[in-house]
């Protein structure tokens, strides 16, 4: 039995509308999982400061830290010239390779304070700088706990608004108008009197 292309599309377009929900609760699952890490992370970085770093073999390390209320994510790309092997030199210890977590109290410092950043862009609470400090250059970007609970709250948001108690007359799965026909959905397909059954 061979498919003609319009009976392909029917097939398509039913089986994304399966799928869109499964996506759709997917997504919003994410998002709160991820909203409360970041009420977590938020609270938590005015108690403790966390610092996640990675080394490569080449001096380049890669950071993300918190606290009080900001996370930051850093790369610094040393100069490889400034390590020198000598006990007299002025150059520093090349970091060692790898992972490194630190925990301490949050302090509010700012590296920049040292030599101000070549570059610099600011927007509601949101700090990118770059520029040459000590024997690196460094990309540093600054956000506000705040955003992250923010961005994570809408898709939440989003799906509690379209899964609110839903009218009747309405199907429970999509919320699609069924009075003019309450054995199925044409919407999604669904059967409103085998869902209550199941349930």
Known sequence: MSLDGREIVVHVEKALKRIKPI????AALLSAILLTASIAACVRSYFISDQLIWTSQKPTILGAAYGTGTIDFVRATFDPSSFVETSDSLGI????PGW???HSKPIDRDDWDLVPPEHEMRLLGAKYRSGTVLFAYAQDLSLPLWMLVLLFA????VWLVRHRRRQPGHCPACGYDMRATPQRCPECGTEPAATAAMA
């Open 93 to 96: 210890q090349k970091p060692k």
């Open 23 to 26: 996506c759709s609760n997917a």
């Open 100 to 102: 490194e977590l630190k």
């Open 154 to 157: 809408i898709c939440p948001a």
